[in-house]
């Protein structure tokens, strides 16, 4: 059976089994799918955009960006000020309280950035927190956060992933049991967890005045469901009131139907090939220019976005989100020409091709569809599709001949938060270049915004000149809710339920 056929099926049994109603507005519950298994709740320990959702759900960092105004606001800070190049300092809101009854004050700010900002303690992006080195209580409600070098993104990193914990709690149960029972300050509390399959979120009534806002609708149920088809069968027999990440076609589909709202927005996330350019994997065939100039050669990358993503996503040539600070779109780009990206194999003594092992996490068919383009000039694949902590794992300790990532930047509009990941000999650095790590270094640290934008020029150039790594597209995503739902999706792809209401 086709997969057509199959969403088909899927979808003609739904409408067999739709007499249940769409909202539980009765019991003031909002049944939610995630399509991707979370490996942790706590937001230090996983890395996926899901983990992200639930993070701006429970938990709360010094400050806000609006996703909508880009303008920074006071959330657990009411006020901050830079003291020097190195150093922050923060004026703390009072009356906040945890939601186990923790009191809220500079301790679990302390706490909190120096668990984070060492690296034995295991934060999966360290590029998220390895910016500070220290903070430090000046009295009860102000502390000053102290930064190893000069870091101008300070400011959006703390209004994004870094999230303040009760330092009592979390001393006493680490990453472990707040991955089980996690604890924040944020408009939700978790009373539920199932790891990985099942979340339980309930609104948090003794929430402070945060720019967040207060949650309206009562509990969150999230339960993990990997297979799209399944979500939309549920969607139409009324046990799901809300998806995401819905693929065009089917989205289309729901969106064409009286009961239900599709919203297409945009997203900060790209997709793209890492290659193993240093050489990780045995005999990598990366480690030559030509074949990754080959590589990006053979990928049509505008049919994909036609045919597959859609909506408003468009394809990519340099290695950052186009808004983000610093992203130089103006690189060298590789158009679809699969006869040069046969010569450039021959030339590279691959007149025959050859064959590799090719990895991906999610899309399963835009990474066929870009597999399959490879295979057409020689490049012949062994598809191995994994969960992405399976694959971020296995790149981070033996790397991977060629595999297919989406990256996101945690929603932070600035370039460091995508060439810091990937290219500053991290764990998942295959490109291993220290020259340009220097200029990162540079671009990163500097106070003087040219610096920083003539810096990342030079890096983005480099990286797309010696095809370090292939862009692919821009993601959009599709929202797919009941008519009793009220929702305006943000370009930044968070879920933000604290914003949802019943119509």
Known sequence: MTPALLRSTAIALALCTSGAAYADKANDTMSVAFTKELESVDSYMNSAREGIVIQRAVW???LYRDPVTNEYKGNLATSWEWIDDLTIEFKLREGVTFHNGEAFNADDVVYTVDF???PENGVKTQRNVNWMKSAERIDDYTVRIHLKSAFPSAIEFLSGPVSI?????????????????PVGTGPYKVTEVEPGQHFVLEAY????????GKATIKKIDIRTIPDINTQMAEMFNGTLDLIWQVPSDQAGKLGQMDQFQAVNESTMRVGFLLLDVAGRTPDSPFTDLKVRQAVAHAIDRTA???????????????SCFPSQFGCDTDVTSYDYDPEKAKALLAEAGYPDGFTTDFYAYRNRDYAEAISSYLNAVGIKTNFNMLKYAALRDLSATSGVPVNFQTWGSYSINDTSAFTGQ?????DL?????????????????????????ENYSKAL???ADNAYMVPMFSYNTNYVFTNEVDYTPTPDEVLRFATMAWK
């Open 60 to 62: 709360d960092g010094l």
């Open 116 to 118: 984070v900002s060492n």
């Open 165 to 181: 914990y009760p330092n009592e709690y979390y001393a006493e149960v680490g990453p472990a049991g707040m991955a089980l029972n």
């Open 205 to 212: 009534d003794g929430y402070h005045d945060s720019p967040k």
């Open 304 to 318: 994909i976005v036609d045919a597959l993503l859609k909506g408003s996503s468009q394809v990519i040539n340099s």
């Open 422 to 426: 990937f290219f500053k000999l991290g």
């Open 429 to 453: 650095d295959a490109v291993r270049d220290p020259a340009l790590a220097e200029i990162l270094d540079v671009a990163d640290t500097s106070t003087d915004p040219a610096v920083r934008v």
């Open 461 to 463: 150039n480099m990286i």
